[in-house]
Structures are given as C-alpha cells and as structure tokens.
C-alpha cells in the first residue's frame, strides 16, 4: 500500500502515527489534536449508532468515551425494548386473562405500568381481577421491574402487609434474566396462584386493596 507519490509506505508517516502512536507527538498542539480528534470521532460514531438504533453498540462506545452516564449506556436498548412490549401489551395476550399497559403516556422513560391477571380457574382466585402495579426501573431489563399487587391477595409469595412480589420467593424474579418480560412474569404470578399451596389459601375480600 502506497501513500502519496513517490511510493512512501503509509507505515512512519505522520498520519499514520498520529492515530496509532500519541506518544510520539511531540508538540502539545499535537497533544490536543490528537486527544480532539479522537473524541471527535467517537462522539460521530456514537451519533451513526444511535441513529440505526444498534443498542449493542452503544456499550462499547460509551466505555471507550468514559464519561457517558450510566442511563446512555442502557438507554437505546431499555427504551426498544419497552417499546417492543407496549406494543404487545396493547395488542392483548393470549385468551386476556393476563394484560398490562403503561400508566403514564407522558413519562418517557416507560417507568409505572399496570399489570392485571384474572384469576385462573377451580381456585379460589376464580373470576376476581388482580391489579398489580409494575415499576420498570433505568437498569430494566438488566434487572427485573419491582412488582407488587394493587388488589389484595392471600399468597405465599407476596407480602401481607405491601403487596409486594417477594422476589426470594417468587423464582421469575430471583433469577431474572433480560429476555423475561412483564407478560412472563403475570402469566407465572397467574400460574403460581393455581399452585396447591396458593390455590386454597383464604383471601381477603374482594375489591380490597394494599
Ligand atoms: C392466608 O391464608 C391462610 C390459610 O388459608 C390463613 O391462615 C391466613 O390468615 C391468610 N392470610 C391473610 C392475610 O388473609
């Protein structure tokens, strides 16, 4: 490979040591540049990502930036994903026993939603609508939403006095991985009342809330 004329190799040309080699440059005005042009350059790529909207590249940048926040690292793909999941949320699941929406349409980080399950058959949770309330934080779905139920309910896996989801007992949570979404975790809170150790348990009535 050639550089120019006269058939110079592009290895030792100033240009070439000014991207591979800092130390060499000798000048603080070449300092600068040097240091310049190289977050120049990230910060287009980063743009040029962002754009195409390839979450997975993000991460990379922003490390090599080092002063992208937190909340950009998991930004592009924590709003896609939510995104992904309104859209599913508002299309309805499977047979409606199990659906959920966003609370908040203004809120652009997609944070509080509502999750409702009807309850499941030969239980005593039969015909009564359980709302639950959702709350995705920045890290979703890096770690799971904390989950917690509007409506009353009698089960081993939820707090008497909160409502809330206990994750250590309730396995969806405790071993959350980032491709379990909001529908998985109500059709499981759905499948674990018909459990028989929840199935029969004596529920406060109905209509009630925590
Ligand atoms: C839950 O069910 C158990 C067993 O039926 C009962 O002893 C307990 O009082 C119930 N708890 C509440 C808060 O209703």
Same mark, same amino acid.
């Given at each position: 490979?050639?550089?120019?004329?006269?058939?110079?190799?592009?290895?030792?040309?100033?240009?070439?040591?000014? #991207?591979? %080699?800092?130390?060499?440059?000798?000048?603080?005005?070449? /300092?600068?540049?040097?240091?310049?042009? *190289? +977050? =120049?350059?990230?910060?287009?790529?980063?743009?040029?990502?962002? #754009?195409? %909207?390839?979450?997975?590249?993000?991460?990379?940048?922003? /490390?090599?930036?080092?002063?992208?926040? *937190? +909340? =950009?690292?998991?930004?592009?793909?924590?709003?896609?994903?939510?995104?992904?999941?309104?859209?599913?949320?508002?299309?309805?699941?499977?047979?409606?026993?199990?659906?959920?929406?966003?609370?908040?349409?203004?809120?652009?980080?997609?944070?509080?939603?509502?999750?409702?399950?009807?309850?499941?058959?030969?239980?005593?949770?039969?015909?009564?609508?359980?709302?639950?309330?959702?709350?995705?934080?920045?890290?979703?779905?890096?770690?799971?939403?904390?989950?917690?139920?509007?409506?009353?309910?009698?089960?081993?896996?939820?707090?008497?006095?909160?409502?809330?989801?206990?994750?250590?007992?309730?396995?969806?949570?405790?071993?959350?991985?980032?491709?379990?979404?909001?529908?998985?975790?109500?059709?499981?809170?759905?499948?674990?009342?018909?459990?028989?150790?929840?199935?029969?348990?004596?529920?406060?009535?109905?209509?009630?809330?925590?």
């Amino acid at each position: 490979m050639t550089f120019g004329s006269g058939g110079s190799s592009v290895v030792g040309s100033p240009l070439f040591d000014f #991207f591979n %080699d800092p130390p060499a440059l000798t000048s603080a005005f070449c /300092l600068i540049a040097y240091r310049f042009c *190289y +977050l =120049s350059i990230l910060c287009v790529l980063l743009g040029y990502v962002q #754009f195409f %909207d390839l979450g997975l590249w993000v991460p990379v940048v922003s /490390l090599r930036l080092g002063h992208i926040d *937190y +909340l =950009s690292f998991y930004a592009v793909p924590r709003n896609f994903r939510l995104l992904e999941e309104l859209e599913r949320g508002e299309k309805g699941i499977g047979d409606g026993t199990v659906s959920y929406g966003m609370d908040d349409g203004d809120d652009i980080y997609m944070r509080s939603w509502t999750g409702t399950i009807i309850g499941p058959h030969n239980t005593v949770h039969e015909g009564r609508i359980y709302q639950l309330k959702l709350f995705c934080d920045k890290d979703y779905p890096e770690k799971p939403p904390s989950v917690r139920f509007h409506s009353r309910i009698n089960m081993t896996c939820v707090n008497h006095e909160t409502g809330v989801v206990e994750p250590k007992k309730f396995g969806l949570l405790a071993n959350w991985q980032r491709e379990y979404t909001m529908e998985d975790i109500l059709t499981q809170l759905k499948k674990e009342m018909a459990v028989p150790h929840n199935r029969k348990l004596v529920q406060p009535p109905e209509g009630t809330y925590f």
